[in-house]
């Protein structure tokens, strides 16, 4: 089955840097296929945070990283601000579904 | 800038069709270099990605979804649309979609439509 394993939560005080897992398998992270994120703000749409691995697009805070070894990929989010409270999401490209799949998604709680 | 808007009915009888239209603005779909996708999130829960098509019609659908769905396009009307037939309560969720970006065979998505909720209940 394919699966984009990501913890449940995760929380930070502000100020504090986290990082947020996303593991996967040979059919997708494992493969040469790309990762992305994606925050999603309480009652608002997925936004694209990071592509390509480890690439942000215009206007995101680099405060917002990323890196991809192996089979995971993982999201690190340092100077932790209230407004960086979300669910984030990963997703990548899965062989087995010739398609895209989504990660579970982690709630950040900033405490 | 590119801005995607959701439309359709927000309520749907069980085993009834699902119709929703995507409707872009700020770019348009018949230049081609990107992939127009529909994704959905279930109540409380991740994101579910159901298919995306290309300009000249050529799509891909999620294999669990795949007997029960089309993905069409009209480019004179810039929009995309999707169909999920015989629909049950576990169809409820927000439907959104969105322009996929790639570079063969790995695709994002940016940016995304607001969404909208689809209810299936009699």
Do not use: M
């Amino acid at each position: 089955q394919s699966v984009l394993t990501q913890p449940p939560s995760v929380s930070g005080a502000p100020g504090q840097r986290v990082t947020i897992s996303c593991t996967g398998s040979s059919s997708n992270i494992g493969a040469v296929y790309d990762v992305h994120w994606y925050q999603q703000l309480p009652g608002t749409a997925p936004k694209l945070l990071i592509y390509g691995n480890s690439n942000r697009p215009s206007g995101v805070p680099d405060r917002f990283s990323a890196s991809k070894s192996g089979t995971s990929a993982s999201l690190a989010i340092t100077g932790l601000q209230a407004e960086d409270e979300a669910d984030y999401y990963c997703q990548s490209y899965d062989s087995s579904l010739s398609g895209s799949l989504f990660g579970g998604g982690t709630k950040l709680t900033v405490l | 800038q590119v801005q995607l808007q959701e439309s359709g009915p927000g309520l749907v009888k069980p085993s009834q069709t699902l119709s929703l239209t995507c409707t872009v603005s700020g770019a348009s779909i018949s230049s081609g270099g990107y992939y127009w996708s529909w994704i959905r999130q279930h109540p409380g829960t991740g994101l579910e990605w159901i298919g995306y098509i290309y300009y000249s019609g050529g799509y891909y659908n999620n294999p669990s979804l795949k007997s029960r769905i089309t993905i069409s396009v009209d480019t004179s009307k810039n929009q995309f649309s999707l169909n999920l037939y015989s629909v049950t309560a576990a169809d409820t969720a927000v439907y959104y979609c969105a322009r996929a970006e790639t570079t063969v065979p790995t695709y994002w998505f940016d940016p995304w439509g607001q969404g909208t909720l689809v209810t299936v209940s009699s």
